[in-house]
């Protein structure tokens, strides 16, 4: 698999990586066996580079690579875990202390002295400029328990902040074909900057698979139901804050033009991958299948460029006027 440079880690990651969120919770219960079992297909495949959190599953996405990774030494996986929504979301919270705890605790599950990548896990906007919150970063890394940071965002503005501190090694954000959003100036931003683009959300939580529709259903502790409307966390995070029934159509329209021999997903992973300045993307996965298949989309980067202008006139016209200006 084609391998990009993941900003100022240096280091090189496949071009489709592995979400494991749907590894810890919030899709559905997946058992341990089976988690282990994604892992091993997404590494055959080719992917290089994991990324976790330390409140997925309360630490069980963490602890399950850490167990794997020890269990199959040698591998060149680049990890990046994310911290900050252990607390109440207040700036006063960014602290070293508490960067210490929960680094702390990430480094115990993954079963690693140094962390290679740590993300701040969508904080609070303020937190992005907090020059406190980037020196205490920064002695973390003098350190040695971690080798790089990078944030996690909502908001194009948040992307923006954290690149012009000049320190952030990569930028993980919301980016597939119902938000364009990043294209805009993040991505430029990111590229003459030397910061890696982690391109989350790819498949807009499973709607631009093309596989549901507005009778889905979804269960109960599977954020695509009780977080539809926002009620647990950043409700562009489920659906990337898209109406479902809207965006239920516009799929049907996007799966319209994938060509016979490539899947919806295949395409909507690949028109990613296509766009200048993304490091990697990292769609989830809950089998072996669905990794296997997922890593097959880097072998399709040339539909991705394809599929451009049609993507654009998709997100003009069903998406632009809700989405762009609020994210």
């Not at 979804?218 to 804050?241: I, L, M, P, Q």
Request: hydrophobic share 45%; with cysteine.
């Amino acid at each position: 698999m084609e391998q990009r440079t993941l900003g100022r880690t240096g280091r090189p990651v496949s071009v489709v990586g592995l979400g494991t969120w749907q590894l810890g919770a919030d899709w559905g219960a997946v058992e341990d066996k089976d988690a282990v079992a994604v892992l091993e297909a997404a590494v055959d495949a080719g992917v290089t580079f994991f990324d976790t959190a330390d409140v997925y599953g309360d630490g069980r996405s963490e602890s399950t690579i850490g167990a794997f990774l020890r269990d199959n030494p040698g591998l060149d996986v680049l990890v990046g875990t994310k911290m900050g929504r252990r607390v109440d979301q207040t700036p006063e919270n960014y602290t070293l202390a508490n960067f210490r705890q929960w680094i702390d605790r990430s480094r115990t599950n993954l079963g690693v002295d140094t962390l290679d990548l740590v993300q701040l896990h969508c904080p609070p906007t303020a937190v992005y400029s907090s020059e406190e919150v980037y020196d205490a970063l920064d002695t973390l890394v003098g350190e040695g328990v971690i080798s790089n940071y990078g944030v996690s965002v909502e908001r194009t503005d948040e992307a923006l902040a954290a690149i012009a501190r000049g320190t952030t090694a990569s930028v993980q954000i919301i980016l597939n074909a119902f938000r364009l959003k990043p294209l805009d100036e993040v991505l430029p931003a990111a590229q003459a900057a030397g910061v890696g683009i982690i391109a989350r959300v790819p498949l807009a939580s499973g709607l631009l698979s093309g596989k549901y529709t507005t009778d889905t259903a979804f269960a109960e502790d599977d954020h695509r139901n009780y977080n539809r409307n926002g009620a647990a966390f950043d409700v562009g995070e489920t659906f990337s804050g898209v109406d479902y029934a809207t965006g239920v159509g516009a799929a049907r329209e996007f799966a319209d033009l994938v060509p016979d021999g490539v899947t919806t997903a295949e395409a909507a992973l690949a028109w990613i991958i296509a766009q200048e300045g993304v490091s990697t993307v990292i769609p989830g996965a809950r089998n072996p299948e669905q990794a296997r298949a997922n890593a097959a989309a880097a072998g399709h980067a040339g539909l991705g460029a394809d599929l451009s202008a049609a993507v654009a006139d998709i997100y003009d016209r069903h998406f632009r006027a809700a989405v762009h200006p609020r994210w």
